[in-house]
């Protein structure tokens, strides 16, 4: 081959891969011509608080917050959070020019993307959750005690939840694994559903889609009228299913739980989420895969309001195997309650469910009344106490217990519980696991 046929052959080559770097480019650096959008309609006023939106392309959640005010209009609070996610600089999908600081930018992609009550953004709406403490405009609760268990017999994924009060339209469930490189997402029609406060379940098969059930993220998202909840979260490795995830809270609740209180109504402020800084995606380490209880931005923490009370959180596993023994394994802190000298308590409590599968009572949780399993009183059902002089000192305090599943019984209830005799500085909590023994 003569040198002008190598010369002529090296120039077509190199037009060829230029072609092919532009055409890979246009795919994967430029954004699609026609890019899926999502609306997600805000309905009545607000309540007023904080309101949280996020998505959920990673453990570690990406968000924006605003704050609300009593009686404010859907409309209003849509462009309040338009500006804000136009206004930041965190990793969202549509947010090309993250950190733009051009006000009348900013403004021109805000008047795109508010549109009357409804946010109008790119990507798919099950991308997306609500939270924090907005309880308005039309946001539904989010499902409670997401669990996840593994039948290796029939080779089979099942979620367990409770539903809230209040009807879903559909249900988006999302799975990552392989280190968040492999997902899914299957939704649950709204007519799948049981009544409200009863357990529903839906299982994987794993015959067309190899899911990794020794690391296995799941987060469910309830929809109403389009709307999105918050996120349940629950991640499966194995025999074991943990809460290991940055998802921001609902009310002040983490995800899963449920809070509670004896005598006197919740009031604001009493259970809260304590941040760790530099830990959550919107700052420091953007991409906090959130391997370890430690590395979880968000913590809870629980205070009993001024002249005293009871205050707790409960949350159930559900779809458990009669006749197997768990082991339950939960970090506490104290906080700063090492100075406080007066009448108090924090502790851990875990039973099994009655046969009906019923949800445990505030008077039970309190220890007013007997546990299904008879026993009564305050340290029924105790795995953990803290008071007076028996503190963690600031540090977080790993606890475990186990138990047998009596024959017929398929729940497990966990529940805190923080009493005093005045306003508490708050303890706190920031991680559960369950495992099942018997199956090992």
């Known amino acids: 081959m003569n040198r002008s046929m190598v010369s002529v052959k090296s120039v ?32 009545g006023t607000a309540s007023g608080g904080t309101l949280v939106f996020g998505d959920m392309r990673a453990r570690n959640a990406f968000f924006v917050s605003i704050d609300t005010l009593a009686g404010e209009s859907a409309e209003a609070v849509v462009y309040k959070l338009a500006e804000a996610v136009n206004s930041s600089d965190i990793l969202f999908e549509w947010s090309r020019d993250r950190g733009q600081t051009d006000p009348d930018k900013i403004a021109a992609r805000t008047a795109k993307m508010a549109k009357g009550n409804t946010l109008r953004i790119a990507g798919a709406p099950q991308m997306y959750f609500l939270a924090g403490t907005e309880t308005g405009l039309g946001i539904p609760e989010p499902p409670l005690s997401l669990s996840c268990t593994y039948n290796k017999k029939d080779d089979k994924i099942a979620l367990d939840w409770i539903n809230p009060s209040g009807d879903y339209d559909r249900i988006i469930v999302t799975l990552r694994w392989n280190k968040n490189d492999s997902g899914r997402r299957r939704m649950i029609d709204g007519s799948t559903r049981i009544i409200d406060g009863s357990p529903s379940r839906f299982e994987l098969g794993r015959e067309k889609v190899a899911y990794d059930i020794n690391d296995l993220d799941v987060w469910m998202v309830g929809f109403r009228n389009g709307t999105p909840s918050s996120v349940a979260a629950i991640r499966l490795f194995g025999n074991a299913q943990e809460e290991l995830f940055g998802f921001p ?49 968000f913590q809870q923490v629980l205070k ?56 445990l009572t505030t008077n039970q949780f309190a220890g007013l009344e007997p546990l299904p399993d008879g026993s009564s009183g305050l340290e029924a059902g105790r795995i953990a106490i803290y008071g007076p002089g028996i503190t963690t000192k600031g540090n977080y305090v790993e606890h475990s217990a186990d138990v047998t599943l009596p024959e017929g019984t398929e729940a497990i209830t966990v529940w805190l519980r923080h009493s005093s005799n005045s306003a508490s500085a708050g303890v706190g909590f920031d991680w559960i696991r369950l495992e099942d023994i018997s199956a090992q």
């Open 12 to 43: 077509i080559l190199l037009v060829l891969s230029i072609l092919g770097f532009s055409a890979l480019y246009r795919r994967v650096v430029r954004p699609p011509s026609r890019t899926m959008m999502a609306n997600i309609p805000f309905r």
């Open 249 to 297: 809270f609902t009310s002040g609740v983490a995800p899963n739980w449920k809070a509670w209180s004896v005598g006197k109504a919740i009031e604001k402020g009493q259970f809260v989420s304590r941040q760790r800084k530099g830990l959550t995606a919107n700052e420091g380490i953007r991409y906090n895969s959130v391997e370890e209880p430690e590395k979880k931005p």
């Open 304 to 359: 009993t309001p001024a002249g005293g009370g009871t205050v707790g959180i409960w949350r159930k596993f559900l779809g458990l195997a009669p006749g197997h023994k768990y082991k339950l394994t939960a970090r506490l802190n104290t906080f700063e309650m090492d100075a406080n000298d007066g009448d108090w308590t924090f502790s851990l409590h875990l039973t099994p469910n009655g046969a009906d599968g019923k949800n």
